[in-house]
């Protein structure tokens, strides 16, 4: 039986891939610095062996090495160097290694849907951090031969989480104004756009890149729904989910700003900012993955385990 580690895998997108791996057949070990339950239950978790490790201490990448898997998957790396770290313990110990990305990494895009290839000019270190970690991933299979594959995901959705609502932020105040028929206030011309994935799409990617195998190596992925949404248009839709008619209202948005709180209003500028609008070609193409969810799906079924809907 092969066995494969998954680092942060009660997480979103982890309690979605786990148990895909174990109904694959793999021994599954969930690696993590507490064992809380997983974010999304099933009845897969039986089976899965559960250790309490650490990334911040000494000697954690040679504990993952030592498990010998087949498979590591990565949820929690968030820096170059330490994922460098994690290659150089897992160097002939392992027959893929996978990472989480994220879409940051493209900081504003030229066109769109943006490949990922394109607009590698990341705003912030967090997003310089996922390119770097990218290019780390493509050079290690291309000179060492590696078997190294990362995955980009847009905002990721999971039933029992705030998504990211209309207005740009993470909170409920949205869809709840929608919901009453009151007017909602959206910043610019509401023409900015939010790419939303469901966590088991994400949990898709990282599965059909496991089953791909060679041909993911060296290679990154988006992980998004098949298209980005407006502001503007989510709201409608949204209001629509409560039998309303969205009565949305723009403004500049230093005016816009002094509605909400400093928390999410930075929220929204660096999420409008970097209007994400993902291709999933790549994926379609070479791992045979489409999205089964829209984003406008996945926030509905995310509200409605909420109790919004």
């Known amino acids: 039986m092969k066995k494969a580690v998954v680092i942060g895998g009660r997480g979103k997108v982890g309690s979605y891939l786990v148990p895909m791996l174990v109904r694959q057949g793999f021994e599954a070990v969930c690696v993590g610095r507490t064992e809380h339950a997983p974010f999304v239950e099933s009845p897969e978790w039986a089976e899965v062996r559960t250790l309490r490790l650490d990334r911040k201490n000494e000697g954690f990448e040679k504990e993952i090495a030592a498990l010998e898997a ?42 769109v849907p943006v490949r990922e290839e394109e607009s590698r000019e990341p705003l912030e270190e967090y997003g310089i951090q996922k390119e770097r970690m990218d290019r780390s991933i493509a050079k290690e299979y291309r000179e060492n031969g590696f078997p190294g594959t990362i995955v980009h995901p847009g905002h990721i959705v999971c039933p029992g989480d705030i998504p990211i609502n209309p207005q740009g932020c993470k909170s409920l105040e949205a869809f709840e104004t ?51 949404v407006t502001l503007y248009g989510y709201a409608q839709e949204a209001a629509r989910w409560f039998g309303k ?5 723009c403004e500049p948005f230093d005016e816009w700003r002094k509605r909400m709180s400093e928390k999410d209003a930075a929220a929204t500028l660096e999420h409008i900012t970097h209007s994400p609008n993902g291709s999933m070609e790549k994926a379609a193409r070479l791992l045979g993955f489409v999205p089964q969810h829209s984003s406008l799906e996945a926030v509905r079924e995310c509200i409605a385990s909420l109790g919004i809907l």
Not at 205 to 216: L, N, S
């Open 178 to 228: 929608l919901k009453a028929g009151r007017t909602l206030y959206l910043p610019n011309l509401g023409m900015e756009t939010l790419h939303h994935v469901h966590a088991q799409d994400v949990a898709g990617v990282f599965f059909a890149a496991i089953q791909a195998g060679k041909k993911a190596c060296g290679e990154g992925f988006h992980a998004v729904s098949p298209r980005a």
């Open 70 to 111: 087949d498979i590591v998957v990565d949820m929690i790396c968030f820096a170059d160097a330490d994922m460098r770290r994690m290659v150089e313990a897992l160097r002939g110990h392992v027959g893929h290694y996978l990472v989480c990305g994220s879409m940051w990494m493209h900081g504003r895009s030229v066109q």
């Open 245 to 249: 008619e969205a009565d949305i209202v």
